[in-house]
């Protein structure tokens, strides 16, 4: 049973790309977390989903982002027009379905994106 | 609202001397806490866990937290660090206020001297 998988682990962006994170949750988990780290600070939660619907996004910024977990494949965030400050480590985590609880959450290794 | 404090940024211990790394707490209801631990360009692990059952917990690789409610405190601590023990280490919180999103805070990284 594989992990939660992220990609890709490193991502370079000029300021004005796009970026876009993948996530696939493990096997049998249909909860899916978003989390942003910024450097020398904890994990800052940004988003949370489940298959085809956003459950609670009241930590993404306003604009520029945005995620999606489909119905098929993985869950998507996606930043538009990149900036300077949008330099961090995203990490995804999976859970399965335990109701609203965020327990026991798996994390990916994270995405690492600089944008230059 | 809950919050977390990890009150050392930076823990510094020799090889085979105890680890504590002090974590205090707010939640105005029976909070769920955790300790994750994140290795240098790795992902999150979870060492251990506190859901209202016993307040002295035990985790993998010999590490331990005690929850104890008078002082809203759940340090982490391990009798005698390994090299291996070198990474950052997130205490996290969870209760129904915030529909059980995870809280964290902002990570001790511990350094093992040889």
């Known amino acids: 049973n594989a992990g939660v998988m992220q990609n890709p682990r490193h991502l370079v962006r000029r300021r004005g790309q796009e970026a876009r994170l993948r996530c696939s949750p493990m096997?049998?988990?249909?909860?899916v977390y978003w989390y942003r780290q910024l450097p020398e600070e904890g994990l800052k939660f940004m988003v949370y989903?489940?298959?085809?619907?956003?459950?609670?996004e009241s930590g993404m910024p306003k604009e520029r982002f945005s995620a999606e977990f489909p119905k098929e494949g993985p869950s998507i965030l996606r930043i538009q027009q990149v900036v300077r400050g949008d330099s961090a480590a995203y990490f995804c985590?999976?859970?399965?379905?335990?109701?609203?609880?965020?327990?026991?959450?798996?994390f990916g290794q994270g995405t690492r994106l600089t944008v230059v | 609202a809950q919050s977390v404090t990890q009150l050392d940024s930076h823990v510094s211990v020799s090889e085979g001397t105890p680890v504590l790394l002090r974590c205090n707490y707010s939640?105005?209801?029976?909070?769920?806490l955790f300790w994750y631990v994140q290795h240098p360009n790795k992902g999150l692990q979870l060492l251990l866990k506190?859901?209202?059952?016993a307040t002295l917990v035990k985790g993998i690789n010999g590490f331990e937290a005690e929850f104890k409610k008078s002082e809203t405190s759940f340090h982490l601590t391990k009798p005698s660090a390994h090299m291996s023990d070198a990474a950052e280490y997130f205490c996290?919180?969870?209760?129904?206020?915030?529909?059980?999103?995870?809280?964290w805070g902002a990570g001790t990284k511990l350094i093992i001297k040889p």
């Open positions: 985590a999976s859970s399965p379905a335990l109701g609203a609880r965020a327990t026991e959450a798996f």
């Open positions: 096997k049998g988990h249909s909860h």
């Open positions: 989903l489940q298959k085809e619907n956003i459950i609670d």
């Open positions: 939640s105005s209801y029976s909070p769920s």
């Open positions: 506190y859901t209202s059952a």
């Open positions: 996290v919180v969870s209760d129904r206020s915030s529909n059980y999103q995870l809280i």
